[in-house]
């Protein structure tokens, strides 16, 4: 059982509404031999946990292991390779976990509580540049009790630890087989999750097998699941109606999310389920270069951008306009770019500008990603440009980058304004506001503000009730919004197209938006 002195609460719960009927079913029993063929637009970066925070998550959750996890449609962690934690005091700054009895890694080293440590300390030690060691920043010191207890002491209140400990940034590695100083090399991965990496091919195909050794709390369904990466929508379409590719999971674009909804006939094997999500696009701001240095010029594209028209002309309501970094569904959401700004108006923008000094066109060049979230980021991103210049304000350029090239040229500041997307790590609004904050953030260019950070947000880390946080959020976003570093677009749903002979769509999904591929099977009989 879960052992928490001061449980959270708040935590946001996933809701799932299947859009088309399916038949009736026997769910298998993991016997089923034929790999499930997932597709998807997600594309790993790099395949060991202390170099990624990113998409490769969606890999990472299946072959690895953390101490916890969200378990099905909910958002408090619970244990996975522990047998159980909870904070050791009542200001929420020393948690204990004790590991279940007997783990292994897949190689069959033993994973202990010294692994536990060495995993996380080599994330922080290791400190890459794309890596997600800046969520693990509270912590102080690690130190272990026999082979099984570990104890997180932490440099300040933090209720919302355990959430991080459930996220793939504390994956737990093999100390023998990880390097202590530098990120693994090699595709030989030893994991402790639900799936051992059988064979990989990078921006191709991952072939999962069941890993017999894995003692965690998901019951596997399957013995294998083949995940095929997609650069192009339209091909991991044309092989899921083939037959090729099971079910599709990222990268659906507007269209053919509609063809699936309105032209079952023509699909009468798929069915297509639609997943509330809490995924934001936005747009950054870097103030080392001159342009969105400006606060004017920054303040001036919030008061143009038209949210509706992005979303009705490119996403085709397959999105919602998002007015505030943290997204409606999330405890302590507000609107606060909607209450800074109002309706998109030229006149005000204008006013802005002039305010400032700024005379004639800012010029503007915006960066994008061209095989990340799919197809109609292009179109996104045109028609971000067609309203821009359609105001008289701006004149735009458009650039797009595959990922690992826009990646590098983001973390070495390269762009002064650049779109990305932000799938959570665990669903509190603290996980869309500090990430993108401090010195050091995940978007590599420095925001500093004192009040957010030396006081809203350690305030607010040191309420186990998570609703109780809302007004320091409240007064976080309002922040951002008048600074407007970073700007939200909209939020997303998310859309899953399977055959109707896969089962278990509907819990496969985490409250972090992670698929959890074990939770797949086949149909045995209608």
Known sequence: MFSQNKPLKGAVVLVTATLLAGCGSLLGDGESEEAIVVGTTSTPS???????????WELY??????????????GTPEPDAAQR????????????CVLKKDLTFSNGNVLDAEAVKYSIERTLEIKAPTGPAQLLQSIDRIETSGERTIIFHLKRPDATFPLVLATPAASIVDPAAYPADRLLESDKISGSGPYLLDGYKEDERAELVRNQKYKGSAEVKNNAVTVRY???????VEQLKSGEVDLTYRGLTPEQIDDFGKNRSDHPDIKLNEVYGTEIRYLVFNPHHDSAAEPAVRRAVAQVIDRKALVRNVYKRTAAPLYSMVPGGITGHTSAFYEEYGEPSVEKARSTLGQAGIEGKVKLTLWYTTDRYGATTAEEFAEIERQLEASGLFDVTLEG???????????E???PVFGRGWFPDFP??????????????????????KLLTGTLLPKSRKESDRGAASTAFTQAQKILADDARLLPLWQG??????????????????SSTIMRLWELDRKKSW
């Open 46 to 56: 790099v395949l060991d946990p202390a170099g990624a925070w990113d998409g490769s």
């Open 61 to 74: 959750r299946n072959i690895y292991q953390t101490l916890l996890h969200f378990p099905s449609s909910s």
């Open 85 to 96: 934690c909870g904070f050791t005091d009542t200001v929420s700054s020393v948690y204990r």
């Open 230 to 236: 997609f650069k192009d929508s339209a091909k991991m």
């Open 401 to 411: 980058r595959e990922w690992r090239e826009f990646q590098k040229g983001i973390t």
């Open 413 to 415: 500041g390269d762009y």
């Open 428 to 449: 509190d609004a603290d996980n869309y506001i500090s990430p993108f904050v401090g010195k050091e953030n995940a978007l590599g260019t420095p925001y500093e503000h």
């Open 493 to 510: 749903k998310l859309y899953i197209a399977a055959h109707k002979d896969i089962a278990g769509v509907e819990w496969s999904i985490d």
